[in-house]
């Protein structure tokens, strides 16, 4: 296990709806990243928080936003919600630094109906 | 912007077989270049990284993989498969924002 946990592991939601999923880092780690992995696709970066402000995002529409808290978990938001949002998100944590890994959490299941 | 690409989606191998995924990256500056990998069930994780120094990387479980500079290429190598191989190997870049890079994955399956 890489000490990275995210809640919840499945979650069904309606189209229209807003979602919460949220992400525990490893301990020590002050940079959290979010992805968006669609089936039979890779990892698609959402955005990055670094000491609780947004370091970095990537091509997603506004109606993504998130949060990092002094103990730097975090949350991922989603308004809206959209079939096509659909997806496992996940979260990895990192010490920051250019060779740093990323310890990744097991992903939330997201089912948007 | 940055991109990856894997060659295969899916690998289906014998074992003792030898093993070879390829990983392109379209960024021309310096790079670090990662090799995830995520078995059945478990949280994906790292098998090796470069960040400098020798090409040639040695990982975890035997797993070693080289870059080549010239090809933008970061391909993962492992001379004899195990059934426990079987996963699915991620390649990724991290680019100046220091934010990964994934490619799409590929599923390797390896048959006793």
């Known amino acids: 296990e890489t000490g990275v946990t995210q809640s919840p592991t499945h979650l069904i939601k309606t189209r229209g709806q807003q979602v919460t999923l949220r992400c525990s880092s490893q301990?020590?780690?002050?940079?959290v990243s979010w992805y968006q992995q669609a089936l039979g696709q890779g990892p698609q970066f959402i955005f990055q928080?670094?000491?609780?402000?947004?370091?970095g995002r990537g091509n997603f529409p506004p109606r993504f936003s998130g949060l990092q808290f002094p103990n730097y978990s975090s949350e991922l938001n989603v308004n809206a919600l959209e079939l096509d949002d659909s997806a496992l998100y996940l979260c990895?944590?990192?010490?920051?630094?250019?060779?740093?890994?990323?310890?990744f959490g097991q992903g939330t299941r997201l089912t948007v109906v | 912007a940055q991109s990856v690409s894997q060659h295969n989606h899916h690998v289906i191998l014998s074992e003792a077989a030898s093993l070879e995924l390829g990983c392109n990256y379209s960024y021309g500056g310096t790079v670090n270049l990662f090799w995830y990998v995520q078995y059945p069930g478990q949280h994906r994780q790292l098998l090796l990284k470069y960040f400098s120094g020798d090409p040639l990387v040695k990982g975890i479980k035997g797993f070693e993989a080289e870059f080549i500079k010239s090809k933008f290429s970061f391909n993962l190598r492992k001379p004899s498969v195990q059934w426990s191989d079987t996963a699915e190997y991620f390649c990724?870049?991290?680019?100046?924002?220091?934010?990964?890079?994934f490619g799409p994955g590929t599923r390797l399956s390896v048959l006793p």
């Open positions: 990895a944590s990192s010490s920051g630094g250019a060779s740093s890994e990323a310890f």
């Open positions: 301990s020590g780690h002050n940079t």
């Open positions: 928080y670094y000491r609780e402000e947004e370091n």
């Open positions: 990724a870049v991290k680019d100046y924002g220091q934010n990964f890079v």
